[in-house]
């Protein structure tokens, strides 16, 4: 039988000095960063504290986000938001069907693709609908797609606060849509059909909205 301790990787640590020299801050820095909260406590041993790779990934997440012109406040109400967040597994679900790609983005990545609209309001909008999750350090944007769009309307200049209310109110009606689709297979086929009937689904919906775009453009002219 294997050693368990040869194939389990043992949890890196650090003492204050070790971790602050890693993650190119003074000692002091570390310090007043802890006593804001803009790290988690570290583990006592008696009286050492021990860091670890989320400590190490945070301070690196500061440093980023205060060359990008950050405040200290403001990224301690993004730090609050982060550490309650919904976790990854609730925002994915098990074994749920899906046509959307996740994406993993570090807090400083997120913050460019919405340059200057990541607010501690839209960072809160954003998980409240589930298109954000947490993983340790890591954000997962619940749809790659959803994520390229938001951000290149953000960039023809509509504030992203805009973005995610029209985006609450775009879910309520897909939700009545797939309601609807689900109830018309489900009246005349069984329920295995319904995972692959789902692109005609889309189909018809994609082809109405073109033509209500249509004819919302038509009434200007």
């Known amino acids: 039988?294997?050693?368990?301790?040869?194939?389990?990787?043992?949890?890196?640590?650090?003492?204050?000095?070790?971790?602050?020299?890693?993650?190119?801050?003074?000692?002091?820095t570390l310090r007043f960063y802890r006593e804001r909260k803009l790290i988690p406590p570290p583990r006592r041993e008696g009286r050492i504290a021990w860091y670890d790779d989320q400590h190490l990934a945070r301070?690196?997440?500061?440093t980023a986000l205060l060359e990008r012109g950050h405040t200290l406040n403001g990224i301690a109400e993004l730090a609050e938001a982060f550490d309650h967040g919904r976790d990854v597994g609730d925002l994915l679900g098990v074994e749920v069907p899906t046509e959307e790609t996740p994406v993993r983005l570090t807090p400083?990545?997120?913050?460019?693709?919405?340059?200057?609209?990541?607010?501690?309001e839209?960072?809160?909008?954003?998980?409240?609908?589930?298109?954000?999750?947490?993983?340790?350090?890591?954000?997962?944007?619940?749809?790659?797609?959803?994520?390229?769009v938001s951000s290149a309307l953000v960039r023809e200049g509509i504030p992203l606060g805009?973005?995610?209310?029209?985006?609450?109110?775009?879910?309520?009606?897909?939700?009545?849509?797939?309601?609807?689709?689900?109830?018309?297979?489900?009246?005349?086929?069984?329920?295995?059909?319904?995972?692959?009937?789902?692109?005609?689904?889309?189909?018809?919906?994609?082809?109405e909205l073109s033509l209500a775009l249509d004819r919302r453009l038509h009434k200007k002219n």
């Open 59 to 62: 301070l690196r997440t500061i």
């Open 122 to 148: 839209n960072l809160a909008a954003a998980l409240d609908l589930g298109y954000l999750g947490v993983d340790g350090e890591e954000i997962v944007h619940i749809s790659r797609r959803l994520l390229e």
């Open 162 to 207: 805009e973005v995610l209310r029209t985006g609450a109110e775009v879910r309520s009606h897909a939700d009545a849509l797939a309601d609807l689709f689900a109830a018309l297979i489900l009246r005349h086929a069984a329920e295995e059909a319904l995972h692959r009937l789902r692109p005609l689904a889309r189909s018809v919906v994609d082809a």
């Open 1 to 28: 039988m294997a050693d368990d301790s040869e194939t389990t990787p043992q949890k890196r640590e650090y003492r204050m000095a070790e971790l602050a020299r890693l993650a190119g801050v003074t000692v002091r």
């Open 108 to 120: 400083e990545e997120l913050a460019d693709h919405f340059a200057g609209e990541v607010t501690p």
